[in-house]
């Protein structure tokens, strides 16, 4: 009996064998050039990241101290603040309390290449169903807001007004013309 394996396939099984058993890639989103997310394993267990949080796939990191690392990759935020964008995470790492006063998480000396590392490693978390972040605005979250989009609203027809007045005529600050002038074809 012969086995007929394709080259696909011995492919996958390899590539599946070397990051870690369903281990993959930060999405591409947060993706961080230098970034080893193998070495950023390594740096997770050595610095005892376990000890204050649950972290997946580092042997013993099972605190309860710090929030559980699981699906990293699909948070939007951290520390309650900060969108989960390598711009932020990676400062985070080197020196949380410089960025949020107070915090529990310490400064343990990463450097920024380790950060970095470690970033990568933290965005595997999840990474299948990371989804790229987008802020929406509400009404309810600023409530000037609708006043703005009213005032502006009625400026625009006072100025649209003008021009069907007497375009020649009309004055107008000079920036007020040119949002006019840029909305006009």
């Known amino acids: 009996m012969s086995i007929s394996v394709s ?11 070397a990051t870690g058993c369903g281990a993959s890639q930060p999405p591409p989103h947060l993706r961080i050039f230098g970034g080893d997310a193998e070495a950023g394993r390594k ?83 999840g990474a299948g169903g990371a989804a790229i972040y987008q802020m929406r605005v509400t009404d309810a979250q600023y409530p000037w807001l609708a006043e703005v989009r009213t005032s502006r609203a009625k400026e625009s027809e006072r100025l649209n007004e003008l021009l069907r007045v007497s375009p020649r005529r009309a004055r107008i600050p000079i920036d007020q013309a040119m949002e006019l002038l840029a909305t006009r074809p």
């Open 7 to 17: 080259k696909a396939a011995v492919t996958a099984l390899v590539s599946l064998a």
């Open 43 to 125: 740096l997770v267990h050595d610095y005892g990241c376990g000890t204050c949080h649950t972290i997946p796939g580092i042997s013993g990191a099972r605190g309860a101290v710090g929030p559980s690392l699981e699906d990293f990759a699909q948070r939007t935020v951290f520390a309650g603040a900060y969108p989960n964008a390598p711009r932020t995470l990676v400062p985070w790492l080197m020196d949380p309390p410089a960025m949020r006063p107070g915090t529990a998480m310490p400064r343990l000396g990463v450097s920024k290449a380790e950060a970095m590392h470690i970033a990568t490693y933290l965005y595997t978390l």
